[in-house]
Every structure is written in structure tokens, then in C-alpha cells.
């Protein structure tokens, strides 16, 4: 088969290392890629977001599967176009893809079918979302509605914060149209744990669970980013739990998209946050996590590319995943200032002495090749996954890794994975 993946992310270098291990691809092709993605794939000067040019290469080179990483060519209708020309896509359209690109769109989904989410308001005014703010105490998260590049979530401390967000949001345009509507949500306390199924709108193929680190300091203190590292699986993830999620979450959601004529094909990500009242659902995304999939998919044994191909042609019923029962951590490497403004072009070194490593890989995320060396580009750069026998074996191999890797200004979180350390007593 001839591939196609869009994105040039480290969750893209992950989907890319994965579908070349399969004996069903023929050539493999990534748009725009990166520097490590080239390991694997011919990379191509063709933007994720460019969904015309990327159309004219997949007519042009015949390919046969087209493999979509970011939520933003999806929300603006990559599917649809490929499909109208009768190229196979992994993702869904436009209208199913609004359930991440508008935050309105899936809270009131989420309400009709029943699905447990926080308590929330949608408004088309500020001052009528300001009134509403200004009648309640303590917390509140605002949201806005569109697409922000993962920023358009503040969780505000008081009423004043909050009030202040929806004056950004909504007055200033800090995010442009995505903030002509806001959701504003009521504050919860707990773990939160990434779910992620695959479907083909009939069949739900759950894979196995991750946490993710979005805070960009350890203990969780600092701003939000877009991840900092993430570990496989959640222990607080127990089976049942996963068959709550299944009947509660993803079965009705994906009917109910169905019923709104938006048949929903690809992977649907649930962020769900663990509540003392139960699992509430926080936020759906239209595609892999960054960085999930780097922990997730060194754990898959099965074909990654038949079984994404079985997604495009309804056929998932036929695919059962086969998993490594053993732990992933990926701890991600981000530039000086992330998620703040960050230099760019550093010269990254240990990057062979790491690879070289049983049970490591590495994912390159903002990385160019200038002059035949790796350098930084980007405000993640790089997310190195270790296996492990155990949660405690994984956290000690990846900092092992990540302590051979070395650039300017270079900061971590010391600290992925210590949850599950302090379930496991480790
Ligand atoms: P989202 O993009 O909706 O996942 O939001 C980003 C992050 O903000 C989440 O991962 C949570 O950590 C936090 N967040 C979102 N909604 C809420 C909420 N209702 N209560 C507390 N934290 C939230
Ligand atoms: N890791 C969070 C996300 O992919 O949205």
C-alpha cells in the first residue's frame, strides 16, 4: 500500500515508525514530517493544514490510505474532499469532527445523550456570559468554542479570572472566530485519563489507556501545555471502568453523532476526568493524543496499518489488537521557554546514544536536519518512550534515555509517571 500521513508532530513520527513495521506498505510518505519522521517515511513541503495540496499529491501518487494526525485539516474537511474523489481516509469529516472543533457542539451532544460531563453554560455574548459569572463563587473554566491550538481552555481560580477570560476571549479576540462562543463549565477534581477507540461507526475498538502531563512543571504546577509527557497503562483506569466508558461514553456519543447525520469514522479521544461522583467526560478530540500515541503504540503488537485500513472499510469487527503487556513512559523534551516563546535551531547531541538503547525509542517532535545535524523546531521536540516489565523498570529506563540526550536550555518533567508509582508503591 502506498501511505499518506499528515502531521509532522511526535504523535506522527509514532503512527509513521508503527506503519512501517507493517509487510502491507509499499512506500510511505509524510506531510511536512520532520526530521526524525524521515527515518521512516519521504517527507514532503506540503503543510498539514493545505488540504488542496495535499488532495493533488494523494490523486497524483495514487495513494491508497491517507493517515490524518492533527484535528485542524479534519475540521476543515480533509475527509470530505479525499472521499468525494474516492481516496481512502482515517479520520472524520468535517461535520463528525466537530466534536472537538466545537467545544458548544459537544457539550450539547453530550447532554442529549446522556453522557456525563461537567455542568455548563454556552454564550454568544460577553455580557450575558459576564452576568452569569458574576452571580456565582469560586472556580470556573471557560472555553472557547472553536479551535486555539490546545490554549483555548483557562481554568480560572475565581470569578474576576474567569471574567477576565471572557473578556480575552470574547471582546479582544484572542483567538479569533474560535472565540465568537463560549462554554462556560462548572470545576472538577480528579485523575484524568485519556481514552482512545478506534471506529469504523459500528464497531468501537478501545485501546489500551494512557495519562497524560499537561501541566508544564512537575507536581503540576505551571501552565497548561500541549503534554509533557505520558504513560501506558493508567492503572487508575481499572476494566471497570473501561465498560463503563464504553456503554456510557462512546457508544451513545457515537449513535448520537449517527442520529445527527455526522457517522463518525477514525479515532475518538475521551479526556475523562475520575470524580468522586464518577467519570465525567472533559473534552473529545477527533484524533490520536500527543504524547498518548507515543506510549500507546510501542505497546501494540497487531498491524497498525490493516487495522486503520479496516477502519476506512467498516471491516473493524474482523480486527482484535494483540498487546505488550508491559509499561511505556514517554517523557517529552521541550525548548528553553515552552510553552512560552522558544528559540529555535539548537544542535541536539545523545540522540545515538539513546536510540542505541534496549527498549527505547524516540519520537521526534519540533526537530529540523541543517547540515546533516539535528536541531531544535519547535517547542517540543522530542518524546522518548522506554519499555518496562514494570511501571517502576520503564520510569527508570526513559530518564536513563532522556539523560543521555542533551540542548541548550532543555527541560523536562522529572516526574511522568509518578502516579501510577505511588498506586504501585514504587
Ligand atoms: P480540554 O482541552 O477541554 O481537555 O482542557 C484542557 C485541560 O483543562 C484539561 O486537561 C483539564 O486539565 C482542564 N479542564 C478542562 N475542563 C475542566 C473542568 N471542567 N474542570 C477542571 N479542569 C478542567
Ligand atoms: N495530550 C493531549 C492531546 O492530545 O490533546
Not at 479521544?269 to 500515541?293: H, I, K, Q
Request: net charge negative.
Amino acid at each position: 500500500m502506498r501511505v499518506l500521513v499528515v502531521g509532522g508532530g511526535g504523535r506522527e513520527d509514532a503512527l509513521a515508525w508503527k506503519i512501517a513495521q507493517s509487510p502491507l506498505l509499499d512506500k510511505l510518505y509524510c506531510a511536512p514530517g520532520n526530521a526524525g519522521i524521515s527515518r521512516w517515511a519521504q517527507c514532503l513541503p506540503i503543510r498539514a493544514d493545505d488540504v488542496a495540496g495535499l488532495l493533488d499529491f494523494a490523486r497524483r501518487e495514487r495513494i491508497d490510505l491517507t493517515v490524518v494526525g492533527p484535528e485542524a485539516p479534519l475540521v476543515l474537511g480533509l475527509a470530505d474532499r479525499f472521499r468525494e474523489h474516492g481516496l481512502a481516509v482515517f479520520g472524520p469529516s468535517a461535520a463528525a469532527a466537530a466534536i472537538e472543533g466545537s467545544k458548544a457542539y459537544a457539550k450539547d451532544l453530550m447532554r442529549r445523550c446522556g453522557v456525563p460531563t461537567a455542568d455548563y453554560r454556552v454564550f454568544h455574548h460577553p455580557a450575558d456570559a459576564r452576568d452569569y459569572l458574576a452571580k456565582g463563587r469560586g472556580p470556573a473554566v471557560v472555553k472557547a468554542d472553536g479551535l486555539a491550538a490546545g490554549k483555548g481552555v483557562v481554568v480560572a481560580p475565581d470569578r474576576e479570572t474567569a471574567i477576565q477570560t471572557v473578556e480575552e476571549i470574547m471582546t479582544r479576540g484572542v483567538f479569533g472566530q474560535a472565540g465568537r462562543a463560549v462554554v462556560v463549565e462548572e470545576y472538577l477534581q480528579g485523575e484524568e485519563v485519556s481514552l482512545l477507540a478506534l471506529t469504523d461507526g459500528e464497531t468501537i475498538l478501545p485501546l489500551v489507556s494512557a495519562q497524560d502531563h499537561k501541566r508544564v512543571f512537575d507536581g503540576d504546577q505551571g501552565p497548561n501545555t500541549g503534554g509533557m509527557g505520558a504513560y501506558s497503562p493508567a492503572p487508575c483506569y481499572t476494566t471497570d471502568l473501561a465498560a463503563m466508558a464504553e456503554a456510557q461514553v462512546l457508544r451513545p456519543i457515537l449513535q448520537g453523532l449517527a442520529g445527527d447525520g455526522r457517522p463518525y469514522q477514525g479515532v475518538l479521544y475521551a479526556g475523562l476526568m475520575l470524580t468522586e461522583d464518577g467519570p465525567r467526560v472533559l473534552e473529545f478530540n477527533c484524533r490520536f493524543g500527543d504524547p498518548e500515541t507515543q506510549a500507546v503504540l510501542p505497546r501494540l503488537r497487531s498491524d497498525l496499518l490493516e487495522t486503520l485500513w479496516a477502519v476506512t472499510q467498516g471491516e473493524l469487527d474482523r480486527v482484535q489488537l494483540q498487546w505488550d503487556e508491559r509499561s511505556a513512559v514517554c517523557v517529552v523534551l521541550a525548548a528553553p521557554g515552552y510553552p512560552g516563546d522558544y528559540p529555535q535551531g539548537l544542535p541536539i547531541t545523545g540522540l545515538d546514544e539513546a536510540a542505541g538503547m534496549a527498549d527505547v525509542q524516540l519520537f521526534y517532535a519540533g526537530t529540523a536536519c541543517e547540515n546533516g545535524k539535528i536541531v531544535t523546531a519547535g517547542g517540543r521536540v522530542l518524546g522518548v518512550t522506554a519499555l518496562g516489565d514494570n511501571i517502576t523498570a520503564a520510569v527508570q529506563r526513559v530518564y536513563q534515555a532522556v539523560e543521555q540526550i542533551s540542548f541548550p536550555g532543555v527541560h523536562y518533567r522529572r516526574d511522568i509517571a509518578a502516579r501510577a508509582l505511588r498506586r504501585s508503591g514504587g
